[in-house]
Structures are given as structure tokens and as C-alpha cells.
């Protein structure tokens, strides 16, 4: 197989190559993820497609199958690549790595830790976006997956990226002294973790956490509020849908990606600094008798009043 030059960006023009990704698309937009290969052959339902008919050919060429049907070869982009690489973990879909990267205000240079490596759907964007004068701190606890997310991450740029550095272990007690500007946290319990990241995310830096339930999400908003040095949190979840459009036949397609996670975002303030009190009160009972998470300052425990202790009616 043919050795592909490193491009960090992992944007290649020009003729395609063995060694290289191509999607294959046939007429009803199913979409296939092949690796070229000299004298290989793709099979489908509707004959083979030999690969030396890609190898040398255009970016955006069609190619016919033995069978008679027609595909059309594309580069895959990066959205196309992250929800059909190979995976241990599931994924950060496009749609919410769009909106990390955009709330959280990456910037290229900038210096960023993510926890929850997972396949490195995630990680490739992120590369991207900071490019070589960046870092990205990538903690993940389960070896798998730093593996599988290293092999993804180097298949597509064509090799290793300087300016990642993937380390094992638990970031509660492993994470690096290191300074950063960006953290997102993509965890079963990123509550855990907020006194570690607050401890290197600089002023004004940016905190995101990815959470798949509203219980998750509750714990992490209200551990956020009650360490004091992050603004408000604000919470939002994105579902994207297609639509149908040909002539006067006008509507929403049959598809639609739902819910994948919610986001949480926050900003850091100066340290030593203190969040003012939020002057809405939150809803009645919800810090009541019955809720054991944390609290936010100025939220008061509640007094149970026993039977013997309430007024006694008036006759």
C-alpha cells in the first residue's frame, strides 16, 4: 500500500491514490467507505468496482459497477469520515462538534483539554482547529480507546499531529499541570472532575460538558454553580432535520437526527474570584427536602418540620 505525506489538516487535492479513502454513493445515497488498494476490487449487490478505475482518476469522478449501476467517488470531508471510521466508542456527531467548536471559541494557537477521547471524532476537529501552533491535551481511561482513537486520527491526516499529545489515565488524578485555554469534558461524570479543570483553565477560558441525560446534566450545572469560579451555566441540546425539495413537492425529509447529548457551557472567571449570587430564585422545590446534589450558594438546606413540631389546627 502506498504511503500517504502527513497533512495536518487532512485535506488532499489532485488525482486520488492507493492508500488513500475515497466514499462511493450510489443512485439512492447510500454511502461506502473504501480504502484504495492496486488491483483490489470493491464488491457490492450490483457487481464490482476495481479500484484501479479510482487509483490515478479525479476527486468527484463516476465510476460504473459490473453490474451496470453508477458511484460517485469523493475524498470523504471530515464529517463524512468521523461517522463511518472505525469505532470502540460512540462518537460526537457533527452536529454538536459544530457547536463545541463555535460556543467554546476555538481559536488556532489555542491551548486545549479534552477528556473523553473516545473513537477521536472529536480529537480531529479539534486539530484542526488550533493547527500546528495549538496543543490538545487528550485524556481517556480505557487503553481501547486511546488506541482505536489514535489509529483513527493518524489514518486521516497520514500520520501523527504535533501538536496532540494523547495521555491514559483518570483526569481527576492524572491531569498535567500544564495552562489551557478550552476544556470539554465528554464523561459518565464530569462533576467529578470541575475543581481539576478549574484548576489550569485560565480566566476567561471556556468550559463544555457533553452529557447523554438530564440527570448527568443537572449534577454537572448545579456542581458548577456550587464551585463558585464559573458563570452560569447554560444548557441546550441541537436536532437537525432535512428537507425534500423538487419542484413543487416541498417538505421535511423522513429523517432526523435527534437527540445525541446535551451541552453545558460555562466561563471561568479571574481567579480568586467569586460568581455573584443569581438574583432569580430557582423554582419552588427544586432544592428541596428530597435533592442531594450539591447546592449553590445562597441555597439554604431545608428545615424538616416534624409532626409533632407543626401548628396545631384551631378549633
Aim: with cysteine.
Amino acid at each position: 500500500m502506498e504511503e500517504l505525506n502527513v497533512n495536518l489538516a487532512g485535506v488532499r487535492t489532485g488525482p486520488l491514490t492507493a492508500g488513500e479513502r475515497v466514499t462511493l454513493t450510489d443512485p439512492k445515497g447510500r454511502r461506502h467507505s473504501v480504502l484504495l488498494r492496486a488491483g483490489a476490487t470493491f464488491h457490492t449487490s450490483r457487481g464490482g468496482i476495481g479500484h484501479d478505475e479510482l487509483i490515478g482518476g479525479p476527486d468527484g469522478n463516476v465510476v460504473t459497477s459490473t453490474g451496470g449501476v453508477a458511484y460517485v467517488a469523493f475524498r470523504p470531508l471530515l464529517e463524512e469520515f468521523t461517522v463511518t471510521m472505525p469505532r470502540e466508542a460512540a462518537v460526537i456527531y457533527p452536529k454538536d462538534a459544530a457547536q463545541i467548536l463555535v460556543q467554546t471559541d476555538i481559536f488556532p494557537g489555542s491551548r486545549v483539554l479534552e477528556a473523553g477521547v473516545g473513537s477521536g471524532a472529536l480529537s480531529l476537529h479539534l486539530l484542526r482547529a488550533i493547527g500546528p501552533s495549538g496543543v490538545l491535551y487528550s485524556y481517556e481511561r480505557r487503553p481501547d480507546f486511546a488506541a482505536v482513537a489514535k489509529q483513527n486520527v493518524e489514518r486521516f491526516i497520514g500520520g501523527e499531529h504535533p501538536a496532540w499529545q494523547l495521555r491514559i489515565g483518570d483526569l481527576a488524578a492524572d491531569i498535567g499541570p500544564e495552562p489551557v485555554d478550552r476544556v470539554i469534558l465528554d464523561m459518565l461524570a464530569p462533576w467529578e472532575c470541575i475543581d481539576a479543570v478549574a484548576g489550569v483553565l485560565q480566566g476567561g477560558g471556556m468550559l463544555c460538558c457533553y452529557v447523554a441525560t438530564t440527570t448527568q446534566m443537572g449534577r454537572t450545572m448545579d456542581t458548577i454553580r456550587a464551585h463558585g469560579g464559573f458563570t452560569e451555566p447554560a444548557a441546550s441540546e441541537l436536532t437537525a432535520r432535512g428537507w425534500h425539495a423538487e419542484g413543487l413537492a416541498i417538505r421535511p425529509g423522513h429523517s432526523t437526527t435527534g437527540h445525541t447529548g446535551f451541552l453545558i457551557f460555562t466561563r471561568r472567571l479571574a481567579p480568586g474570584v467569586t460568581a455573584p449570587l443569581r438574583r432569580r430564585r430557582p423554582a419552588p422545590g427544586a432544592y428541596g427536602p428530597d435533592y442531594t446534589g450539591p447546592r449553590p450558594p445562597g441555597v439554604e438546606v431545608p428545615v424538616e418540620v416534624s409532626a409533632d413540631e407543626s401548628p396545631q389546627e384551631q378549633s
